[in-house]
């Protein structure tokens, strides 16, 4: 993280956290963790492809699916998010 250039801002509903990678780190951030102190941090994850994929494999086909239900399982595809939407396509 570079943190000059890490910023706060809170209102009385809602606080943002921005967060700016250091120069040479490149990539999709995955995920992050939260919380009041290290012992009680939350995983979330970020929408990206990888993401979206691994979280159906566990939804739609449990560890006891057989190949042949893996291969016919839809195709999910993330193409495009920003802060107002997401975009993907099934097949």
Partial sequence: LVSPETSVNVSAHNAAIGL?????????????????????LQERLFVIEENIDGFLDTVLCPSFCSQSALESQPLIEALDFTEDRIQIRLK
Avoid: H, R
């Fill in 20 to 40: 700016t990678k250091a120069p040479g780190n490149t990539g999709p951030w995955e995920k992050f963790y939260f919380g009041l102190d290290a012992s009680t």
